[in-house]
Each structure stands twice: as structure tokens, then as C-alpha cells.
């Protein structure tokens, strides 16, 4: 499970929707955090170890309509020996302990993936997309209900999309009342993770309205995308959702995730997000309890040049 504590909700404060983000100061300073952040990454021994952290904060993931259980059981395999074995033995890395930070799925491949992690004897984290994923364009009674099969079939992430209609139109009581159902239908025995599809919202400053929303509901992470939107995690909205997570910590001293998803391919995307978290929210936010990355060409990537720092060349 992502953390100790889930985030209680609190009381919708429209306070918290006041802030407003010019757009292209937020693109010239979010280059300019991460710019400063690589520049910390001195040698090749800080690299490796920011890439292995950017391994266990991955949640590897399948959504696509032709998943099948083998498909399932084989991402399964991957996210709990994420690295090969000879790779890590020459960086002198710990191989028992390193793993993906979930795996992620439809509702209806849950089961497949509680089978195959408990088969392999690794209680990974099992997190399941919901909420009429990627859209959200369905009735709430069936929200829910995807909601609550998941969480029965053994699901302990669930990962929901909001309304962006209700973002559009800026009904922020009736987002954070929806929101607020989904946290309850998830229960205490799961995380909450909320997807803004951030592509399909107009600014950044809706973007952080949003992402305080989410937190106010009850969010355990926030997530920019689906990866389905024509646009997805960037580094300008990955700065004003951290800023929105680091003013939320600072009124109400309660800590939410950040989940960026979609697009992110390269060694060098991972990279970038690591540094981005670091600069705005700390050292403390760098594990999968408060940092995932949803992916799954990604890390293949990231094992190309883990591979190049153990042996000096790419396989």
C-alpha cells in the first residue's frame, strides 16, 4: 500500500482556489527548477541512484482492451524483478529488495493480478484504474460500483478520473462532493489516487484548482493523466501540482502523492520528474509511498542505461 496514513478529507475552503499561475512564467520556471535539480546529478554514481529510485516508483501498467491473464501474470513478473540480476550485482545494488511500486490494470484484470503476485510470493501493491476510466462519461452509480468490485477483488490502489466537465464549467463543490464519494466507495483499506487529465484542462491555474479539489476530498495522490488525452505529464504542470501539494501540506500538514502518467518513455523523463519533486517538495517525497510514475515502455528504457552504467555500453 502506498503509505501508513490515508489523507482524511477536510472541509471544502475555497481559500485554497485563489492562487492564479501565469502560464508562461510557470513553463520558464519549471525548466529552470529542473535545470538546477540535474545540475546536482554530479557524477554517474548519483545518476545510477536516481535511476534505480525512478524503478521502484514505477507503477507498471497494461490498459489496454486486449489485457489477458498471461499478459497480466508476465507484468506481474517484470514489476517484481524489474532489473536483471547481472545488472545489479556490477552496481552492487541490493537485487532482493528492488521492485516496481505496483502494477496497475483494468478493474476486471484485478484478480488476475492479486493470482500472480501471490503466486510469486511478492505482496506488491495491485492498482486498478476506475470511474469509467479513461473518460469518466458514465453514470455515478456505475463509478462506484467499479469502484467497489475492484477494491472486493483485491485492488489496494485505485486510481479514479474526475468529472471534467465539472472542472470545465469550475463547479468546485459539486467536483470535491463527487471526489468525496469515490473516497468513501474506496474505503480505508485502499489508496486513492486522482487522475485531472490535465490535457483537457485549459490552464494552469485550473490545473491547481483541481489538484487542491482533489486533496480537499480526500486524494492520496494526485495524478496528471490517463494517458489516453493528446496531452499528457509535463514538466510545467508537474510544477504547479507539486506547488498545489506543497501549499495543501503547508495549511492543512497533511501529505498527498504525486503520480505523473503518460508520455513519460525515456530515462531522461524519469530523471526530470525525480529532480522536479526534489526541488519543490523534498527529499521526503523521493519513494513510492509519495512518488509513482505510471508507465510501461518507460522501463525498459531505464534498464537500457542502467545496463550502460554497469558495463559501459548499451546492450
Known amino acids: 500500500m502506498v503509505g501508513t496514513t490515508l489523507n482524511p478529507c477536510v472541509a471544502f475552503d475555497s481559500s ?7 502560464e508562461e512564467e510557470v513553463k520558464t520556471v519549471s525548466q529552470e527548477v529542473v535545470a538546477r535539480g540535474l545540475g546536482g546529478v554530479k557524477n554517474a554514481k548519483d545518476r545510477t541512484g536516481l535511476l534505480l529510485k525512478a524503478v521502484s516508483c514505477i507503477d507498471l501498467t497494461t490498459l489496454a482492451g486486449d489485457d489477458t491473464e498471461k499478459r497480466v501474470s508476465e507484468l506481474c513478473a517484470k514489476a517484481v524483478k524489474p532489473v536483471s540480476q547481472d545488472v545489479l550485482t556490477k552496481l552492487g545494488t ?4 528492488l521492485t516496481c511500486g505496483a502494477v496497475c490494470v483494468y478493474p476486471a484484470r484485478v484478480g488476475d493480478a492479486v493470482k500472480a503476485l501471490s503466486k510469486l510470493g511478492v505482496p506488491l501493491p495491485v492498482a486498478s484504474v476506475a470511474t469509467g476510466f479513461p473518460s469518466g462519461q458514465t453514470f455515478l452509480s456505475v463509478k462506484i460500483l467499479e469502484i467497489k468490485e475492484a477494491v472486493a477483488a483485491g485492488a489496494t490502489e485505485i486510481d479514479i478520473v474526475i468529472s471534467r466537465p465539472l472542472a470545465l464549467a469550475e463547479d ?13 466507495a474506496v474505503g480505508s483499506g485502499a489508496h486513492m489516487k486522482t487522475i485531472l487529465a490535465v490535457g483537457e ?3 494552469f491555474t485550473m490545473v491547481y484548482k483541481a489538484s487542491m479539489v482533489a486533496m480537499m476530498a480526500g486524494s492520496d495522490f494526485i495524478k496528471t493523466s490517463t494517458g489516453k488525452e493528446a496531452v499528457n505529464a509535463t514538466i510545467p504542470v508537474g510544477y504547479v501540482m507539486s506547488m498545489a501539494i506543497k501549499d495543501f501540506f503547508a495549511k492543512t500538514g497533511n501529505q498527498v502523492g504525486l503520480k505523473p502518467a503518460g508520455g513519460l518513455k525515456s530515462a531522461q523523463d524519469a530523471l526530470d520528474w525525480l529532480v522536479l519533486v526534489k526541488e519543490v517538495l523534498g527529499e521526503g517525497w523521493l519513494n513510492e509511498k509519495l512518488f509513482r510514475i505510471g508507465a510501461s515502455s518507460l522501463l525498459g528504457d531505464v ?12 546492450p
Open 94 to 97: 541490493d537485487s532482493t529488495s
Open 172 to 184: 468546485w463543490v459539486a467536483l470535491y462532493e463527487e471526489i468525496k464519494q469515490f473516497r468513501t
Open 201 to 203: 484542462l485549459t490552464s
Open 16 to 22: 485554497l482556489l485563489t492562487k492564479a499561475w501565469d
Open 303 to 314: 534498464e537500457r542505461e542502467l545496463y550502460k552504467q554497469a558495463f559501459g555500453k548499451y
